[in-house]
């Protein structure tokens, strides 16, 4: 059973790949920060799963605290493409 | 457990090519943008190791602070790396 978790993890760790691929290839930085935004989701998600995983309840405020953190940077990056701060 | 070391090392394989990412663009910004991928991940590693609390550090200051810092100091500065 905690085999299939971990299995749920990995492939999201798959996804977080293909993210990391277009950080590599997309030509222009709007590309790169939503390649960005794709890895923080999708390792919010992973952490959540890990969470079951271990079976610790306690891990699922880290989830929380960095989905709250993660919104800041996007933040930042499209205030400063957008000629904003 | 296969799957757990599976996950392990590709983690550590995304936190090297996000590193060299970080250090190989001209362009800054895709350079701050592959650091906060950088950060991201070493959280999620520090967290896969079952260290809650240096994961929360983590990504309160690395993903939150640094990355946000460094727009800012582009932002005063100029965005691309100029050649010799």
Redesign the interface.
Known sequence: MT?LW??T??IL??W??LS?LR??LGPT?PD??V??DT??TL?VA??II?AVA?NQI??V??AI??AL??F??TL??AK??EGG? | MIFETLLHVLLLVGIIVSAYLAIRYRDLLACAVALGVFSFLLSLEFYILQAPDVAIAEAGIGAGLTTAIFVLAIKGTSRWEVEE
Request: aromatic residues 20%.
């Open positions: 085999s971990f299995l993890a990995f760790m798959l977080i790949f990391i950080l590599i930085a790169r920060v390649a960005l890895v923080n390792v992973l952490m890990l271990y306690i891990y405020d880290i605290v960095y953190l993660s800041v940077t930042y990056i400063y493409l701060i």
